[in-house]
């Protein structure tokens, strides 16, 4: 078993031992799954709401390119246009 003892001895000691962890659950792979498509319908949502808005250079474009949770799903277009980046995905 991993226990947060365990890992504070281990790391204390200079000895040539490797910590590691265990593979993902199922369960922890489902709940990465929900939120990604979670996040992904959160961002086709307000990609939809900026195309409905006048075009040019927007505040809320740069918000969400400089969003931790959103700009790995996202690329600009030469247009300046957003997208989903599904290679990403």
Do not use: D
């Not at 281990?10 to 993902?24: C, D, F, M, Q, T």
């Not at 075009?55 to 740069?62: A, E």
């Not at 997208?83 to 990403?88: D, G, K, V, W």
Request: with cysteine; proline share 2%; hydrophobic share 40%.
């Amino acid at each position: 078993m991993v226990s947060e003892e365990n890992l504070r001895a281990l790391s204390r000691g200079s000895s040539s031992y490797i910590v590691a962890k265990p593979y993902k659950r199922g369960f922890e792979v489902v709940m990465e799954v929900l939120f990604r498509h979670r996040v992904l319908a959160e961002l086709e949502a307000k990609l939809a709401v900026l195309a409905r808005g006048p075009g040019g250079h927007l505040k809320h474009t740069c918000q969400l390119l400089a969003s931790w949770r959103y700009r790995s799903h996202l690329r600009k277009l030469k247009s300046g246009v957003l997208r989903i980046n599904r290679r990403t995905v």
